[in-house]
């Protein structure tokens, strides 16, 4: 892959511009990880609305019909259920871990395995979750393990 770069003076926002013989699953991943970088979602917190980029999220835990967002040392409240923020977040660094929770890959620090087929993640935040049975194979997709 082959990288250039041009300083445009003249022009008013970022322009990217993707060469190939062909569209291939390496070209998709570009694009999808480009899209994610301005991808953004709200939270709710006391009474206020915030911006927050996906890349500073750690995940989204759904309790009691109630969409939570984890951030470093914050947590956010949102009004979309985990199916509509997977499908917003599909073909990003984001996964699906359990029925109630999505991770994002860019803050787990290690993966263990654990009895029974299930996975424990730790994040960079030392936060421990679990990666449910039967969502395993989609990590180990992801990860190309």
Do not use: W
């Amino acid at each position: 892959m082959k990288i250039i770069i041009n300083e445009v003076e003249d022009i008013e926002d970022v322009e990217i511009v993707i060469n190939c013989k062909t569209i291939d699953e390496n070209v998709t991943r570009i694009i999808s990880k480009l899209k994610a970088l301005e991808e953004k979602i709200t939270g709710n917190k006391d009474g206020k609305i915030f911006i927050l980029d996906t890349n500073e999220i750690f995940y989204f835990e759904s309790v009691d019909k109630k969409t939570f967002i984890y951030m470093d040392r914050e947590v956010f409240q949102t009004h979309l259920r985990l199916y509509e923020l997977e499908e917003r977040l599909k073909n990003t660094d984001f996964f699906r871990a359990s029925k109630s929770t999505i991770i994002n890959l860019r803050k787990v620090k290690n993966i263990v395995p654990m009895f029974g087929g299930r996975i424990e993640i730790l994040l960079d935040n030392d936060e421990k979750l679990v990666v449910s049975r039967q969502y395993v194979p989609i990590l180990k997709n992801k990860l190309d393990l």
